[in-house]
């Protein structure tokens, strides 16, 4: 139990285009899911929290205009990376956590690797 | 706010050795995980220590938490080449929303 999806695995875009990347929750619902941001050899840094049906929360320096954030259902979650830039590539993991879980415990998706030409 | 270092952050050991890395995190937490990560994928799950004292084995590796020290280490008992990756330490507190901070991260070699 507790898979969570991500799609697309792998996207190539050219700068100035607009990227979606989804994260679900296959087989439990997911009260509050986070976004990550990885860079080559460095840590996860949190980009945002989203709630079911209410407004993501940015953490500090992550511009929200840029980064739109939904979590229309208990289910899915998505990411859109507008009018992506270079500096924009990385891997996104997406994380969720489901109401009642054991240890408070969340469960990664396999993430998304995202290369702005 | 709350921060969380490991060291090593890079380990290169032989085939047959015992190793530990430590996980230091700044204030009280009320979880602490450990994860693995492989190159180009997400991460596995392979620890959660709730208490001080907690001690949980799997395999080769053995994690353990000390709170009063606010340090948890993660023991490796005769590597082996499958367990080269990167292992990440990760906090969260209620008071940070229950917000999880990776450690920087201690990439692992294994050679023969």
């Known amino acids: 139990g507790a898979v969570v999806s991500q799609h697309p695995s792998r996207v190539i875009c050219k700068s100035g285009t607009s990227v979606k990347i989804e994260c679900r929750s296959l087989d439990f619902q997911a009260t509050t899911m986070f976004w990550y941001r990885q860079f080559p050899k460095q840590s996860l840094m949190l980009m945002a929290t989203s709630n079911e049906g209410s407004k993501a929360t940015y953490e500090q320096g992550v511009e929200k205009d840029k980064f739109l954030i939904n979590h229309a259902s208990l289910t899915l979650s998505t990411l859109t990376v507008t009018s992506a830039h270079p500096e924009d590539s990385s891997f996104y993991i997406c994380?969720?956590?489901?109401?009642?879980?054991?240890?408070?415990?969340?469960?990664f998706g396999p993430g998304t690797r995202l290369t702005v030409l | 706010e709350l921060k969380v270092e490991q060291n090593p952050l890079f380990l290169s050991m032989q085939e047959g050795k015992n190793y530990t890395i430590y996980c230091n995190y700044s204030t009280t937490s009320d979880r602490l995980y450990w994860y693995r990560q492989d190159p180009g994928k997400s991460l596995e799950s392979l620890f959660v220590?709730?208490?001080?004292?907690a001690v949980k084995q799997e395999g080769r590796l053995m994690a353990s938490l000390d709170t009063k020290a606010r340090l948890s280490t993660l023991h490796i008992t005769a590597a082996v080449h499958d367990l080269s990756a990167t292992y990440f330490c990760?906090?969260?507190?209620?008071?940070?929303?229950?917000?999880?901070?990776f450690g920087t991260g201690t990439r692992l070699a294994v050679r023969p």
């Open positions: 990760a906090v969260d507190t209620r008071s940070s929303g229950d917000k999880l901070t």
């Open positions: 994380s969720a956590r489901g109401q009642g879980k054991i240890n408070n415990e969340q469960f």
């Open positions: 220590l709730l208490s001080n004292g």
